[in-house]
Antibody, heavy 121, light 107 residues
């Protein structure tokens, strides 16, 4: 059974940093692209970042470019999102999402339960 | 970025009714379109991929059609457990953009 478990969310002050982790199991993690998608409270889904299966290609939405960094450790079956210079508008539930292919362009098939990041003073 | 325009933003229907949602892409995306269902407090769930293919285990009352820029998602007979918000998503180009969502309610 595919499982994606996010952790690392919490309350952080504007300008602060946070690192999200996503622990994956039930599939060959190193074979698939992984993504982060976020959802602000009461709002729709926003695509944040992606990384190819071997980590060689990454992508960032304009809204987070230069502030967020996606990475993965295939030996630990773990995906990361390092977030810095956080703003109030980054407040959202962050979902870890598995892609169906090794490259980032393609459909998602499994989502984690999400972790809430709140940016507030 | 490819913009996805989804309508209506909300729909209210009776149990057993047919419900349709449309999604329009700002450019040709072939059939690279997903439909997701999100229930309150839960992660989205993939229902339809490649515009018209039903994900394994998804009831056959859900269907999708379209290609190019215009797509339709249909619930043939609305059930109480279908109460949720539905999103389209294109995966032709990064960023993999979503529509604004359609909230489906029971009358």
């Amino acid at each position: 059974e595919v499982q994606l478990v996010e952790s690392g969310g919490g309350l952080v002050q504007p300008g602060g940093s946070l690192r999200l982790s996503c622990s994956a199991s039930g599939f060959t993690f190193s074979s698939y692209a992984m993504h982060w998608v976020r959802q602000a409270p009461g709002k729709g889904l926003e695509y944040v970042s992606a990384i190819s299966s071997n980590g060689g290609s990454t992508y960032y939405a304009d809204s987070v470019k230069g502030r967020f960094s996606i990475s993965r450790d295939n030996s630990k079956n773990t995906l990361y999102l390092q977030m810095s210079s956080l703003r109030a508008e980054d407040t959202a539930v962050y979902y870890c999402v598995k892609g169906k292919y090794s490259y980032a362009k393609g459909e998602f098939d499994y989502w984690g339960q999400g972790t809430l990041v709140t940016v507030s003073s | 970025d490819i913009q996805m325009t989804q309508s209506p933003s909300s729909v209210s229907a009776y149990v057993g009714d047919r419900v349709s949602i449309t999604c329009q892409a700002s450019q040709d995306i072939s059939n690279y379109l997903n439909w997701y269902q999100q229930k309150p407090g839960k992660a989205p769930k993939l229902l339809i991929y490649d515009a018209s293919n039903l994900e394994t285990g998804v009831p056959s009352r859900f269907s999708g059609s379209g290609s190019g820029t215009d797509f339709t998602f249909t619930i043939s007979s609305l059930q109480p457990e279908d109460i949720a918000t539905y999103y389209c998503q294109q995966y032709d180009n990064l960023p993999l953009t979503f529509g604004g969502g359609t909230k489906v309610e029971i009358k």
